[in-house]
């Protein structure tokens, strides 16, 4: 390739959050960007078909933002959760906060997030923003691409650096498979989530305490809410699929919620409740790992592309948005030096991203053993003891992770050898994993 520090044109494989960001960042860095999104410009449409989970943002996340001045936008347009506010079968509520006053995690809607990213990006002169256009197959040592435009024309492109922002389903990473010695693996759980939304009160206010995340933690299942600035609630049910098989009918919906989430019927509204029950489908939940993320200086994989988690950590887009600020201290660490920059970021990348995956899978397959909120409670309060303390020494897991940039590698190191000796009556009090996601 030409020296180190040319600028080069660059393919951005996906426009959704972590694809749109690395437009930005790699824009200010002087390249030519080109995005290609195979779905419609989702700001000029009505309703967006896919994922619509609300995020919550911590640290790292607005860490990357704020490397391309978007951190106070972002921010002014979430609504801050203190905590998370448990709900239990009989309507009781307890709150537990996240840790000191000033940490708190930020409701965002996944859609305008998007559409501001799309829109920061486009206004930066050397980005162009190509929709409608799916990738089928791309030549990752060579940089041709070959796309599919609205009505099904195949045309064919080329790019110096192709960046795989495509999703855990990506059609970079399927290049990638077709190279020697490219390990991949995907694992679907037994669990998928289905969403439902808790509409504003008639004066537009919150049906519930707006700055909390909410939990109805049931064991193998639950469901959580996350505020919205209209005054709704974008709600998540995260079950097995054969439980979720059980429910059929309206009466069937209505029954589980009188059994399971009572106190949450009249806050949806019992019409409500089932119209958007019954309308909206169940989604599967995807663990995938891979590595080297990159070829040469010629293509790199990140986000969801790169190490999709399920979401019982609360950290898939954090962790997105992280993969940029990680990369973009490393080219500007090597002088523009894509090919070092690259194979550094596979090195030290991969272990961290493998980390959270791991961390994320085993606080699903330890819910079911663990006491919904009794332990969690004695954990929370040895943690916040033992880091008033020591607060160098000893910082709780959920910190470390939410709350600071700490490599997620050195953070479950850290967590293993504080769980040594964090010990109430011969046992080892670990939180409860539904209640540690968020």
């Keep these: 390739m030409e020296d180190s520090g040319a600028k080069r044109k660059i393919g951005v494989i996906g426009g959704g959050?972590?694809?749109?960001?690395?437009?930005?960042y790699f824009a200010k860095e002087g390249h030519e960007v080109a995005v290609y999104e195979s779905r419609p410009d989702i700001r000029h449409e009505e309703r967006v078909v896919g994922r619509s989970i609300n995020?919550?943002?911590?640290?790292?996340?607005?860490?990357?933002?704020?490397?391309?001045?978007l951190e106070d936008e972002v921010v002014n347009s979430g609504i801050?959760?203190?905590?998370?506010?448990?709900?239990?079968?009989s309507g009781q509520t307890t709150v537990v906060p996240y840790g000191k006053s000033h940490q708190f995690l930020l409701s965002v809607d996944r859609r305008k997030l998007n559409e501001l990213l799309l829109t920061k990006a486009e206004l930066e002169e050397n980005v162009t923003l190509h929709f409608k256009h799916k990738l089928v197959n791309v030549d990752v040592s060579g940089g041709r691409m070959e796309l599919t435009s609205a009505d099904g024309t195949e045309h064919y492109e080329t790019a110096d650096v192709v960046v795989g922002c495509d999703g855990a389903f990506s059609a970079v990473r399927k290049a990638f498979v077709r190279n020697t010695r490219f390990d991949f693996s995907?694992?679907?759980?037994?669990?998928?989530?289905?969403?439902?939304?808790?509409?504003?009160?008639?004066?537009?206010?919150?049906?519930?305490?707006?700055?909390?995340?909410?939990?109805?933690?049931?064991?193998s299942f639950m469901m959580i809410a996350l505020p919205n600035l209209d005054g709704s609630f974008t709600c998540t049910m995260f079950m097995p699929f054969d439980v979720f098989g059980t429910i059929k009918t309206q009466d069937d919906v209505l029954a589980f919620f009188e059994r399971e989430f009572p106190d949450s019927i009249p806050l949806f509204g019992?019409?409500?409740?089932?119209?958007?029950?019954?309308?909206?489908?169940?989604?599967?939940?995807?663990?995938?790992?891979?590595?080297?993320?990159?070829?040469?200086g010629r293509a790199i994989l990140m986000g969801d592309a790169a190490?999709?988690?399920?979401p019982f950590y609360g950290q898939g887009m954090n962790a997105g948005f992280e993969d940029c600020t990680v990369l973009h201290e490393l080219i500007q660490k090597h002088g523009g030096n894509i090919e070092l920059a690259f194979a550094e970021y596979t090195q030290t990348r991969n272990e961290d991203a493998e980390a959270i995956c791991d961390l994320a899978m085993y606080n699903y397959l330890e819910m079911r053993s663990?006491?919904?909120?009794?332990?969690?409670?004695i954990k929370k309060k040895i943690d916040n003891f033992l880091h008033w303390l020591m607060p160098q020494t000893f910082i709780p897991l959920y910190t470390m992770v939410t709350f600071t940039s700490m490599p997620y590698h050195t953070a479950v190191e850290r967590w293993h050898w504080q769980d040594k000796v964090c010990v109430v009556q011969g046992r080892s009090v670990q939180s409860d994993p539904w209640l540690d996601w968020f």
């Excluded at 119209?275 to 990159?294: Q, W």
């Excluded at 190490?307 to 399920?310: G, K, L």
């Design 370 to 377: 663990h006491v919904t909120s009794r332990w969690f409670l």
């Design 80 to 89: 801050p959760m203190l905590g998370r506010m448990l709900h239990s079968h």
């Design 55 to 69: 995020l919550a943002l911590s640290e790292r996340g607005r860490k990357a933002l704020r490397a391309v001045g």
């Design 17 to 24: 959050l972590v694809g749109a960001l690395n437009a930005i």
């Design 186 to 219: 995907q694992e679907y759980i037994p669990h998928g989530y289905k969403e439902l939304l808790m509409p504003a009160k008639e004066n537009g206010q919150h049906a519930m305490e707006t700055n909390y995340l909410h939990i109805w933690p049931r064991q």
């Design 307 to 310: 190490h999709a988690m399920v």
């Design 270 to 296: 019992r019409d409500r409740l089932l119209e958007t029950y019954m309308a909206n489908p169940v989604g599967p939940l995807i663990s995938i790992k891979c590595s080297p993320y990159h070829v040469d």
